[in-house]
């Protein structure tokens, strides 16, 4: 009997846990918490206990497919490799190579998304490359790298128990972060003061000592009232605002319409409780905020983002520890996806595509002429699919199918593709569409790293052999490069594609596997005797001060009405992650959820004649979806919830696709619908 | 899964005590088992509030007093019942379901986990309710070696060693026993004797 434990990296959030996958003669047992791992400390949540349930599942994918007519087929890699070349081929040289699209993956590793953003730059010739932090965080991104000049998380997950205050707002933070909500209840323990904004109620805001409930939609105005209160109290931190900052007089005059009057009209948190939040903020030494999805998923998810950022500023809450601002990213790597270059706006290491000196510098590192235009982001992609301007996608384990809004839209845009491959574990309601499916090593079954949240290069490391004849995504990218006649696509190991990375991306500079094996090193890291970085802005911004934006608030773009009289908002749980594809898999968490549910307040239950446990309709401009209703204190009056991850109810039928001008992601956060019985 | 041989296990004494339990209870063979014996640091000790850290023999480190009591403990015994019930009902309040005080318990080893069953715990998200936590303290009464790994690996920092210490001390005043040790039988499994109670066979 040969037994293993194998040390590897949590594949679900990004809190990036370090755990033992069991191993015995080659099947996958178990996960033992790792007791000496910095962040988990040997603790996991239920996802982390049961990581290796779905590895070795019989859906999993296990050789390539290809489409013939309508129907699917076993194929060699050497067909279905030769078929996706080949048509892209056919399709780049008709329509030019903007009228393909290269879909990456959060679940993937950061070399392999290096390779997929190569792929698509370099040997396809286009920046048509996205992936789904454009759904998550792409206002961040967006809100942060002009407020601060870095879109990251500013502070690390230990720095929570630390803090004397924590304002979480739009996180779910124990649900969907276990362990960081963790390090929260910690500070909480030790007296610190954790304040929750949120429409529902949450495991942590049930806890927490300041519990305030918002309307969706209306964060700039509580914000800006927040703001307004310090300001006018005088619990502004005068030296940073004056030493660190510029644009100070405009924040002001935007933020002084904010009284509590009139937050309260807008928002619905009552005055006192805003006014109190506020104080509790701004006087404690050191505050930390965290949030997530309920920020940046608004049509004006950038301008709620820079709110954030003013209010961090204007208390001097930043650069220091247990301070900042703290955007908590879902996926296991989607801050190393970001980080790889896999946005359309962006080279590896957040290197700008509309300035020419990088252009000139990726196409001397890679040998080949590059596009000078900004890419297609996912949500435009799909708009531009149904106009006809792009033509063929390679998806790497994308499920839009259930994460985009408006499904049945993105069902349109799908159908219309003239060649659509995807490389996937499981089959799922977005591979159903592909001509050619190509079965993909899943975390366990591969090396490389993921970088998580608090932008730390976390190992993954091989446990099991892949199922069939999968391959790790990095091989199919090498493969598929070759095929479109590029250089460059010759790399033997993930530790060889992660040194050409730390060559041209200088915020990863320093990184190399050999390092990582021993030390874990948050980025900024530039050269190889560089500690790394925990904390950012210290000393000065990176783009030298940091700015204050003059955001107001507007209204989400889709109202209730008559017809549609209800808020809708939409989120996750502690038991499934995203679409499904693994966690429903996996016996022990499917079991505690197992079924689509809608949450409604117990007014407005009644209000509609609905009971604990009716099926009940919900339907939105967009369509419609049956489940269970749950009656429940736990929400505001006037807002219905649904988790989006069960495909037998998809919550993204009904959200709205509008989105936000500057980061394009959509309002996943906010539509009207009505409830029924069914 | 192995079938055949000697296991040898590096034990401190609380995983002394966890084999006897299994022994007792035929999940481990006695005969089988080579003990190698780890006395506690004193570190270790005071994290575990720990009154009984010596191995039967010492193989690795050196031997340390034992801490007497859980301060928590003596605060809360000292407390009313009712302060007693809210300060559980507020730590219960922050569980976020992992099952990891099971998952990590030596002497968890029941096939069908009541934990499981929705007649008890309804899978209605999280906190998942007093029930699990009590379950959970009705079924460790009798079996708790008290090694803390349940309060070590619980996200929450719920304080579940404490329970389990008061848990032990009410098992200890009501029949006397402790468990852990090699030759005697928990009391809750043979209250039934050769011969029927007299109470209950009036009823009949």
Known sequence: MNVEHVLTTCPYCGTGCYFFLQVVDGRLIGVVPCKTDEISQGRLCIKGYNAHAFVQHPDRLKHPMVKDGRQLRKASWEEALDKIASEIGRIASKHGPDSIAVFASAKCTTEENYLFQKLARAAIGTNNVDHCARLCHASTISGLVLSFGSGAMTNSIQEFEKADCVLVTGSNTLEAHPLIGSRILRAMERGAKIIVIDPRDTPLSRVARFNLHQKPGTDIAWINGMIRTIIREGLLDREFVESRTTQFDALKEAVNGYTPEKVEDITGIPKHELLEAARAYATSEKAMIAYAMGITQHSNGTDLVRALANLVMVTGNIGKEATGLNPLRGQCNVQGACDAGCLPEFYPGYQKIDDPEMVEKFEKAWNKPLSHDIGTTITCTLEKIISGEIKAVIAFGENVMISDPDIAHVEKALRSLEFFAIAEIFPTETSHFADVILPAACYAEKDGTFTNTDRKIRMLRKAVNPPGEAWPDWKIVCELGKRFGATDFEFSSPAEIMKEMASVAPIYGGISHDRSESDVISWPCPSKDHAGTKILHTESFKIGKGIFAPVHHSPPKEQTSDEYPLIMTTGRNMFQFHTGTMTRRSPKLEREAPEPYVEISRVDAKKFGISEGDRVRVTSRRGSITLVARVTERIILGTIFIPFHYSEAAANRLTNPAWDPISQIPELKVCAARIEKA | ?204
């Open chain 2, 1 to 204: 899964m192995i079938s055949k041989g000697k296991i040898a296990i590096v034990c401190r004494k609380c995983e002394e005590k966890a084999i006897n339990e299994l022994a007792k209870r035929e999940i481990l063979d006695n005969d089988r088992i080579i003990r190698i014996g780890l006395a506690c640091s004193e570190d270790q000790i005071a994290l575990c509030r720990c009154n009984d850290p010596v191995p039967s023999s010492i193989d690795l480190g050196e031997a340390h007093r034992g801490v007497d009591a859980d301060e928590m403990a003596l605060d809360l015994i000292a407390a009313t019942s009712e302060e007693r019930l809210n300060f559980w009902i507020r730590q219960f309040r922050k569980c976020i379901k992992c099952y990891a005080c099971s998952i990590n318990c030596p002497v968890c080893i029941c096939d069908e986990c009541v934990l499981e069953e929705r007649t008890f715990v309804p899978e209605k998200g999280i906190p998942p309710g007093l029930a699990f936590h009590l379950i959970r303290a009705f079924h460790l009464a009798d079996k708790c070696i008290e090694c803390g790994e349940c309060e070590r690996s619980c996200p929450a920092d719920i304080p579940l060693l404490t329970l389990r210490k008061m848990t032990k001390g009410d098992m200890k005043d009501l029949f006397g026993y402790s468990a852990g040790d090699a030759k005697s039988i928990s009391p809750l499994l043979t209250t039934l004797d050769e011969q029927p109670l007299e109470d209950e066979s009036h009823e009949c």
